[in-house]
């Protein structure tokens, strides 16, 4: 497997290459299978100490007869001290910021370590 900067280096250009795609995702609980189509937008980079990073905006459609539901996801990934670390919320406004923020803080911690 690749290092972590590399792997998100090979993200962000699989990105510009491709930012829409189709998704298959399985809820367990009633054991359907829904469609999405996805949708991923490059953010501004991430403020860290880490070896590299990368934040995006992923939202999902539903593409099945009947479902409705959508949803949008703040994605951060990190490369620090040898790992992939990755902060995700469906939260919106000030509270993407606040997650941001955390993930940061954690990202500086590990750095120190």
Do not use: N
């Amino acid at each position: 497997m690749a290092d972590a900067p590399t792997l998100i280096a090979e993200y962000r250009a699989w990105l510009t290459r491709c930012g829409s795609y189709h998704v298959t995702a399985h809820d367990l609980p009633d054991q359907a299978r829904h469609d999405r189509a996805a949708t991923t937008v490059i953010d501004a980079d991430p403020v860290t100490d880490a070896d590299a990073a990368i934040a995006v905006t992923r939202s999902f459609v539903a593409t099945d007869d009947g479902d409705t539901t959508s949803s949008t996801h703040h994605v951060s990934y990190f490369a620090v001290r040898g790992l992939l670390l990755e902060a995700t919320t469906t939260m919106d406004g000030g509270d993407v910021d606040l997650v941001a923020r955390l993930a940061a803080q954690t990202v500086w911690k590990l750095h120190a370590l």
